[in-house]
């Protein structure tokens, strides 16, 4: 089945501790992104991939860090997190960035507080 | 201003009724414009995109775009309590910048 796949799906920490975030998709997709999500903020952009190697920012990239290794991992990692970082975060993929049938694949979310 | 605005809702719609939702944007080098649907707990799903201006409907959704305005909208006739959802709009520049811009979505109520 074709999917992104992130985990965990929630996750409480403490202010300082570092903490990774995992996306994977197996649909050979040049193109991932990472997003939150907060009441009446809406889906920001936190970092965006187009390929092995490449990242780029997005809106929100502080606190932050991507890295993409190989294709179908795209993890995100909080290098030291702080309360503001709480929010609801998706991965997203998509194959045909760029043309006209392009489409965003999420996953399921991870639902992180931060303490 | 915001990058990409809509109205928050809710938006309460008899089951049967059209349900008008609306997009305004600010960058007006924006290439593509798509719909998303929310449900409750769960991840967004394209439901429609829309690169020209005019009409283009698939099922009971109709997207409309107006590049002059600056204006996007989403028309779903027929509405059904499974409707019932979140909508974001989002819209990208293409061209080298692959950036992603969400709305902060409308909140859609079908009524029974």
């Known amino acids: 089945e074709a999917q992104v796949t992130q985990n965990p799906r929630y996750l409480i920490t403490v202010t300082g501790k570092k903490l990774t975030v995992t996306c994977s998709q197996n649909?050979?997709?040049?193109?991932m992104s990472w997003y939150r999500q907060d009441p009446g903020l809406g889906l920001r952009q936190i970092y965006y991939?187009?390929?092995?190697?490449?990242?780029d920012k997005g809106d929100v990239p502080e606190g932050y860090k991507v890295s993409r290794k190989e294709k179908r991992n795209f993890p995100l990692i909080l290098e030291s997190p702080s309360p503001n970082q709480t929010s609801l975060y998706f991965c997203?993929?998509?194959?045909?960035?760029?043309?006209?049938?392009?489409?965003?694949?999420f996953g399921s979310g991870t639902q992180l507080s931060v303490l | 201003q915001k990058e990409v605005e809509q109205n928050s809702g809710p938006l309460s719609v008899p089951e049967g009724a059209i349900a008008s939702l609306n997009c305004t944007y600010s960058d007006r080098g924006s290439q593509s414009f798509f719909w998303y649907r929310q449900y409750s707990g769960k991840s967004p799903e394209l439901i429609m995109s829309?690169?020209?201006?005019g009409d283009k409907e698939d099922g009971r959704f109709t997207a409309q775009l107006n590049k002059a305005s600056q204006y996007v909208s989403l028309l779903i006739r027929d509405s059904q309590p499974s409707d019932s959802a979140t909508y974001l709009c989002a819209v990208k520049r293409n061209f080298g910048n692959e950036k992603l811009t969400f709305g902060t979505g409308t909140r859609l109520t079908i009524i029974p």
């Open positions: 649909m050979n997709h040049e193109y």
């Open positions: 997203a993929s998509s194959s045909l960035f760029g043309s006209t049938n392009e489409k965003l694949f």
């Open positions: 829309i690169y020209s201006n």
């Open positions: 991939s187009m390929n092995v190697e490449v990242t």
